[in-house]
């Protein structure tokens, strides 16, 4: 099961900041948050991540609750190019030594209208 | 640098036969995963190589295998096709350093798309 919750779908203006929720309420204090995003017809793209501190980059904004039970994305001034599906992830931790492993949802459909 | 690449781009195969893709990470990473995608069930993770070993593997039956050569390099292989298998095929690469949670970020190709019939 996807350890993160997100909506299905969300719309944005563009040139508007688009902000995009994540759920991750049974994340683990050394389980790191990461954001990729699919443009349609292409493999996935990384974004961001985060552990506990806001995390920004030449892409976007990532902003984790100080519980780190839910993050925030934030692509600041949307393009019509920054449609796409964009995924949340937690990196899982399985039982033992160092293997991790990506847990993927179903992600957020984020549209920039014109 | 150039990104990760993936042979072949499209696949057309039959119920029982098998099939393998091919993988070219980018230059210095030694860690390169694999992960199916279907409408259904989203993206899941096949199984992870780094430095010629299988260092993860996700909950894929044992028709799904993979290797790594010394240049990083990765296949995968699936025996005994059936029409389920039918997929958008990712591979990812990073740099996959031991201990080095930030080096986990991957980076991927543009995906083989396989057509079981």
């Known amino acids: 099961d996807a350890k993160t919750t997100q909506p299905t779908s969300m719309d944005c203006a563009e040139g508007r900041a688009a902000n995009l929720p994540c759920n991750h309420s049974?994340?683990?204090?050394?389980?790191?948050v990461y954001w990729y995003r699919q443009i349609h017809s292409q493999g996935p793209q990384y974004i961001i991540h985060?552990?506990?501190?806001?995390e920004t980059n030449e892409m976007a904004s990532l902003i984790i609750t100080e519980d780190r039970k839910s993050s925030t994305l934030i692509l600041p001034h949307a393009t019509l190019r920054d449609t796409a599906v964009y995924y949340c992830?937690?990196?899982?931790?399985?039982?033992?030594?160092?293997?991790?492993?990506?847990?993927w949802g179903a992600g957020t459909k984020l549209i920039i209208k014109p | 640098k150039a990104g990760v690449t993936q042979t072949p781009r499209y696949l057309i195969k039959t119920r029982g036969q098998q099939v393998t893709l091919s993988c070219s990470p980018i230059?210095?990473?030694?860690?390169v995963s694999w992960y199916q995608q279907t409408p259904g069930q989203g993206l899941q993770f096949l199984f992870e190589?780094?430095?010629?070993?299988?260092?993860n593997k996700g909950n894929f039956p044992g028709r799904f295998s993979g290797r790594q050569f010394s240049n990083s390099r990765s296949e995968m292989n699936v025996s005994t096709l059936e029409l389920g298998d039918s997929a958008l095929y990712l591979c990812?690469?990073?740099?996959?350093?031991?201990?080095?949670?930030?080096?986990?970020?991957?980076?991927f190709g543009p995906g083989t798309r396989l057509t079981v019939t």
């Open positions: 990812a690469s990073s740099l996959g350093a031991v201990g080095g949670l930030s080096s986990y970020e991957q980076y």
């Open positions: 049974t994340i683990s204090g050394n389980e790191y």
């Open positions: 230059s210095g990473h030694r860690s």
């Open positions: 190589y780094f430095s010629e070993t299988q260092r």
């Open positions: 985060g552990l506990k501190n806001n």
């Open positions: 992830i937690v990196r899982v931790s399985l039982e033992m030594d160092s293997n991790y492993q990506l847990i």
